[in-house]
């Protein structure tokens, strides 16, 4: 599966994002799709999945901020992200994987990337 991640970009504190990840050559339903994060200077982290099943999970940080989605019409999953802080800056990669629900937030587990899009949280 090709994954294109997009929807990157400049926004207040505050304000709001939404990441796609268009899948393509493979249906995005037999994958768990994750978004991972990396901030400049640190290791790349994991932020959210939508499981092949239509299970969600959130890391801590954004939790009640950002909402995962999926599109099968559009063989695509979504990144809602309301409330963005400075913390929040770093270019975000959605990943696809076919792990066990319980490890889809370990980054070597994910078997294919897409490129990243840059979010960047300022005034």
């Known amino acids: 599966v090709q994954l294109q991640a997009s929807g990157g970009g400049l926004v207040q504190p505050g304000g709001s994002l939404t990441l796609s990840c268009a899948a393509s050559?493979?249906?995005?339903?037999?994958?768990?799709i994750t978004w991972f994060r990396q901030a400049p200077g640190k290791e790349r982290e994991f932020v959210a999945a939508?499981?092949?099943?239509?299970?969600?999970k959130y890391s801590d940080p954004v939790k009640g901020r950002f909402t995962v989605s999926r599109d099968t019409a559009k063989n695509s999953v979504y990144l809602q992200m309301n409330g963005l802080n400075s913390e929040d800056t770093a270019v975000y990669y959605c990943?696809?994987?076919?792990?066990?629900?319980?490890?889809?937030?370990?980054?070597?587990?994910?078997?294919?990337w897409g490129q990243g899009t840059q979010v960047t949280v300022s005034s």
């Open positions: 990943a696809a994987t076919t792990t066990i629900w319980g490890r889809v937030t370990e980054e070597n587990v994910q078997r294919y």
């Open positions: 050559g493979s249906n995005v339903r037999t994958y768990t």
């Open positions: 939508f499981g092949w099943s239509g299970n969600r």
